[in-house]
């Protein structure tokens, strides 16, 4: 069942959206060279405690921190912890989630920690972040599923290729459903599968995750030994990006970016929906 949220829940998603924009604010700003993730868990934390939130990370199946913390060839769930050191030339993907009245935000951003960064990892955060655009421009209403993972999908595929030779979307993880739940249904590929076909047709009141993985090799991730942490089987390195989307009767409403994502969806001719906050 997907859940079809009413304006007022929409309200409260934002304000949940909010929570999740500064903590991606704070764990920018924290995220330096000598700097460990567990310091960056530590500064979520505060963000959240700070604005009458709850984490929808910590505990949840198990997870032991607040946010993820994802160095390098690690793709997603990285945790936390007082042995990882950031250091110049370092990418870290940061997914971060909260809690109002119930109501969950989930996102997620690639940062570069000092300078002196491959133009191929600057490249990969730019195609993952810009596809991640293009599956939020697709969010109209009567469109399908199948339309967002399409957009994803060709957005990426139609980039140069990197002078590793390709760009892997991950398949094992995509976006998702959100709302009384951080991870609900629909399940959003960011690729086109003919098994899957079109899915649900988007409608005012679903809210999305949307979240590509890229990374500059393959497709394929394995799991540690810690059931959480996922690292490409080949080593490249990754990017991942993520926004949670309400779609309203006034179009997409980006409930984790500061201006409701009026400033990138209008690259697309899109209007992005009035800030139920005011």
Avoid at 119 to 140: F, H
Avoid at 249 to 276: F, H, M, N, R, S
Wanted: charged share 20%.
């Amino acid at each position: 069942m997907v859940q079809i949220k009413t304006p007022e829940q929409i309200a409260k998603m934002r304000e949940a959206g909010l929570v999740v924009a500064a903590i991606h604010a704070a764990t920018r700003e924290a995220a330096v060279p000598g700097a460990t993730t567990h310091d960056l868990d530590q500064v979520a934390r505060k963000v959240i405690a700070d604005h009458g939130a709850k984490s929808n990370f910590l505990g949840y199946g198990g997870f032991p921190a607040t946010i993820c913390t994802s160095v390098n060839e690690v793709v997603v769930h990285g945790i936390p912890d007082e042995k990882t050191v950031l250091k110049d030339g370092d990418i870290i993907s940061i997914d971060a989630g909260a809690i109002v009245d119930g109501w969950h935000g989930d996102a997620a951003y690639t940062a570069f920690v000092g300078t002196g960064h491959a133009p191929e990892l600057v490249e990969l955060s730019r195609v993952t972040e810009e596809s991640m655009w293009a599956g939020i421009a697709a969010m109209k209403v009567n469109n399908r599923l199948v339309d967002v993972s399409r957009a994803i999908e060709t957005y990426i595929r139609r980039q140069p290729r990197p002078a590793t030779g390709k760009y892997g979307i991950i398949e094992d993880f995509g976006g998702h459903g959100i709302g009384t739940e951080m991870h609900m249904d629909p399940h959003l590929l960011n690729y086109v599968s003919r098994k899957r076909g079109k899915g649900i047709k988007l409608v005012p009141g679903v809210c999305l995750a949307i979240e590509p993985m890229v990374s500059l090799g393959t497709a394929r991730t394995e799991t540690l030994a810690d059931d959480w942490t996922v690292i490409t089987t080949d080593g490249t390195w990754s990017s991942h990006w993520e926004h949670s989307i309400a779609l309203t009767e006034q179009g997409p409403l980006v409930l984790t970016a500061p201006d409701c994502g009026k400033a990138k969806l209008a690259e697309y001719g899109i209007e992005a929906a009035p800030d139920p906050l005011g």
